[in-house]
């Protein structure tokens, strides 16, 4: 590590230890329709009311309903419909998720172009998984999606924190290093802060865990091997990696040596990101 990069390193694992690291907070929109699909009580028009306090959710929550990937027979006009097409858990998770796309913006050109990297490598993970989740496993989409969202939320606290330091700022080597050292543990940091649910917490470390092994296939596994087919064909060290020894892609059934892709199923992967992104 770089003098500059360990330094910042031990500043935001204490600021972490002391609970002094702002961490983010979700935008009023999720907040409150997660809020309101908690409650075992709601019904459909209620959530449809929060919604609707946001007319570019609300289009493009209709938008993701009429698209291939949830296949509706007949055409969704309005948002009663699209949430009553979904149900209120799957609108809520595609809610939040979309919502979030707010949280990655930036005052200064060098962040705002991070931000926009990490959300752009974020919905092309949530589209994988997506479609991972409904053809190999028996988890929900809707969780999936809203786990690729998140596996690096981690990374929005370092690149505020370098917003206001302008030496990390200008050494883009020393803030990479940080950001692969702390995102995980601050992406899990983040999801505990907002209550996600138990599956979904700690997907920032475990995704990134190639030797862990749960009984069953969870969400960790799909966003690992979403992850590493996001990855596939570039010069990642991830992508140079051996792969076969990773024992998330047996629980999906998936063999990494397999170059074949089915064609059908990389066609609904591009719709899934581009309708997320």
């Known amino acids: 590590m770089t003098d500059l990069a360990q330094r ?32 075992p009580d709601v019904s459909i028009p209620d959530l449809v009311r929060e919604i609707s ?3 570019a959710l609300s289009a493009r929550l209709i938008k993701v309903v009429n698209s291939p990937l949830l296949r509706s027979r007949q055409e969704i006009t309005d948002l009663s419909m699209a949430v009553n097409r979904m ?18 913006q930036a005052t200064s050109d060098v962040i705002d172009r991070k931000m926009r990297e990490v ?33 690096q939320i981690g990374v929005l606290p ?36 907002w209550d996600f649910p138990e599956p979904l917490r700690h997907v920032p470390s475990q995704h ?26 570039t010069q990642h060290p991830y992508a140079q990696m051996d792969w076969s020894g990773i024992s998330a892609f047996a629980k999906l059934g998936l063999n990494p040596a397999d170059e074949q892709e089915d ?15």
């Open 53 to 55: 306090n946001d007319a």
């Open 119 to 151: 959300w752009t490598r974020s919905t092309e993970v949530a589209g994988i998984s997506h479609v991972l989740c409904r053809h190999y496993t028996k988890l929900k989409p809707d969780q999936a999606t809203l786990a690729g969202l998140v596996h």
């Open 263 to 277: 064609e059908d199923l990389s066609a609904e992967m591009e719709a899934a990101m581009q309708l997320l992104a």
């Open 87 to 104: 149900g209120i858990a799957y609108t809520a998770n595609l809610a939040t998720g979309l919502a979030m796309s707010q949280m990655f």
């Open 208 to 233: 990134l865990d190639f030797q862990r092994n749960s009984a069953s296939v969870d969400y960790a596994d799909i966003v690992q091997v979403a992850m590493l087919q996001s990855l596939s064909g």
């Open 8 to 39: 910042v390193h031990d500043e935001l694992l204490q600021a972490i230890e002391k609970d002094q690291l702002v961490l983010p907070t979700l935008p009023e929109v999720a907040l409150r329709v997660r809020e309101a699909a908690e409650d």
């Open 158 to 193: 370092i690149l505020s924190y370098a917003e206001e330091n302008s030496q990390l700022l200008r050494d883009s080597i020393s803030l990479n290093l940080v950001i692969d050292r702390i995102h995980p543990l601050l992406g899990d940091r983040i999801l505990q802060a």
